[in-house]
């Protein structure tokens, strides 16, 4: 079976401060990973993916997550935060029969 | 570019009443989705479609049912509503099962 885990529930960070969101991974095979960004009452965008290659994926917005096999973690980060950078963000892993399974989300808040 | 696009928006109903919530999207996408979203459980898949007149099962099929007539659109029907289908619905489509999903704005549906 497939799962995907994000440990935090809510993060709160400054403007301007530095950013990782957690997320971990169970897959029997080589995963394919996407991180997804939801502002309030909007759907879901892609801000990037892994599927092979390079284990650092740059995205969309100045995101970057850092594939680390040995850890099953897919973990996000952005250098410096913005206001507008407040929103859900989702983890998946895209496994047998081409479905998509999310983590349960982490919801970032951005103190000014 | 529309792209993915749901109506209603939000919606309430009482036990026992159906409703269809309507999906269309205008990238010609061959997979078409449906998830439902509950707080801090990440997105669930309902049911899928690889193309017209073919339909499959996801995670929780349960309570709804699907067609899919067009390439188009995707309608997602509720026959004898319950509380527990309160959540929060997204479309979703993709040109194959392993490119990227893109994602309506969601309903937001209420049983009372």
């Known amino acids: 079976a497939q799962s995907v885990t994000q440990p935090d529930i809510h993060i709160t960070v400054s403007e301007g401060a530095s950013l990782e969101l957690r997320c971990n991974y169970s897959?029997?095979?080589?995963?394919?990973l996407f991180w997804y960004v939801q502002s309030p009452g909007q759907g879901l965008q892609l801000l990037l993916k892994?599927?092979?290659?390079?284990?650092l994926v740059q995205g969309i917005k100045g995101f970057e997550a850092e594939f680390k096999r040995s850890q099953s973690s897919f973990n996000l980060r952005k250098p410096s935060v913005h206001w507008s950078d407040a929103a859900e963000y989702f983890c998946?892993?895209?496994?047998?029969?081409?479905?998509?399974?999310f983590g349960g989300g982490t919801r970032l808040m951005v103190k000014p | 570019n529309a792209g993915v696009t749901q109506t209603p928006k939000f919606r309430i109903l009482k036990i026992g009443q159906s409703m269809t919530l309507q999906c269309t999207q205008d990238m010609n996408h061959n997979y078409m989705y449906w998830y439902r979203q509950d707080p801090g459980m990440g997105l669930k898949l309902i049911y899928y479609?690889?193309?017209?007149?073919?339909?499959d099962k996801g995670e929780v099929p349960n309570g709804y049912n699907v067609s899919r007539s067009t390439t188009e659109d995707f309608p997602l029907r509720l026959e004898l509503a319950a509380p527990s289908q309160t959540s929060v619905y997204f479309c979703?489509?993709?040109?194959?099962?392993?490119?990227?999903?893109?994602f309506g704005p969601g309903t937001r549906l209420t049983v009372l």
């Open positions: 892994y599927f092979s290659g390079d284990t």
């Open positions: 897959y029997g095979a080589t995963p394919y």
């Open positions: 998946a892993l895209r496994g047998a029969g081409n479905m998509l399974t």
């Open positions: 479609s690889v193309g017209a007149g073919i339909t």
């Open positions: 979703a489509s993709s040109r194959t099962g392993g490119d990227t999903q893109y």
